[in-house]
């Protein structure tokens, strides 16, 4: 199986500032297909996780475009512009180059300092 | 709009057993590939079972193999997980989540199973 690994596990961050958060498969996501399945997840306190950004880059419907996703190969990030009280919660990072299974990283929690 | 909604979780003891549903709807449920992921208490996320849109190829997480048995219902929009032999390391809040394009776009809202004596 792919293992995922993100970093920081938690990241306390000030509202209207920008926050990073890494991800790092143990293989090269790249599939056979030329395209790259590494997708991030947002769940926020008692809710379900809601994706967020998919082949790398891609935001999903009514995602805010102060979210993006970037990276080849084997490392990525996720990266909003100014974070929001919204934005508060965990952030998964996912492949689904390699099924079954499709692995998430262990999560990182983001909070407001 | 999509919609999944989950239920049947509860408390059961070990050795026992469950039977999960995911009521689908705002979409052709017939077209696509679904999934149960689940969640144990403070813990990340983990996947399942897989089944394809005509339930062609199923798929178990080696934690589950043998004890859980994932199905559908295309024509009632709905999707199952039949739980059997429940462990205390089943306990978690268990979603089902659409598949598309390698990834999980839509998810319900999650129903808890808790396996305790």
């Known amino acids: 199986d792919i293992v995922m690994t993100q970093t920081p596990l938690s990241s306390p961050v000030t509202l209207g500032q920008p926050a990073s958060i890494s991800c790092r498969s143990s293989q090269s996501l790249v599939h056979s297909d030329g395209n790259t399945y590494l997708s991030w997840l947002q769940q926020r306190p008692g809710q379900p996780p809601r994706l967020l950004i998919y082949k790398i880059s891609n935001r999903f419907s009514g995602v805010p475009d102060r979210f993006s996703g970037s990276g080849a190969g084997t490392d990525f990030t996720l990266k909003i512009s100014r974070v929001e009280a919204e934005d508060v919660g965990v952030y998964y990072c996912?492949?689904?180059?390699?099924?079954?299974?499709?692995?998430f990283g262990q999560g990182t929690k983001l909070e407001i300092k | 709009e999509v919609h999944l909604v989950e239920s049947g979780g509860g408390l059961v003891q070990p050795g026992g057993s469950l039977r999960l549903s995911c009521a689908a709807s705002?979409?052709?449920?017939?077209?696509?590939?679904m999934n149960w992921v689940r969640q144990a208490p403070g813990k990340g996320l983990e996947w399942v079972s897989y089944?394809?849109?005509?339930?062609?190829?199923?798929y178990y997480a080696d934690s589950v193999k043998g004890r859980f048995t994932i199905s559908r219902d295309n024509a009632k929009s709905s999707l199952y997980l039949q739980m059997n032999t429940l462990r205390a390391e089943d306990t978690a809040v268990y979603y089902c989540?659409?598949?598309?394009?390698?990834?999980?776009?839509?998810w319900g809202q999650g129903t808890l199973v808790t396996v305790s004596s």
């Open positions: 989540a659409r598949g598309s394009a390698r990834t999980y776009d839509y």
């Open positions: 705002g979409f052709t449920f017939s077209s696509y590939s």
């Open positions: 996912m492949q689904g180059t390699q099924f079954p299974p499709y692995t």
């Open positions: 089944i394809s849109s005509s339930s062609s190829t199923i």
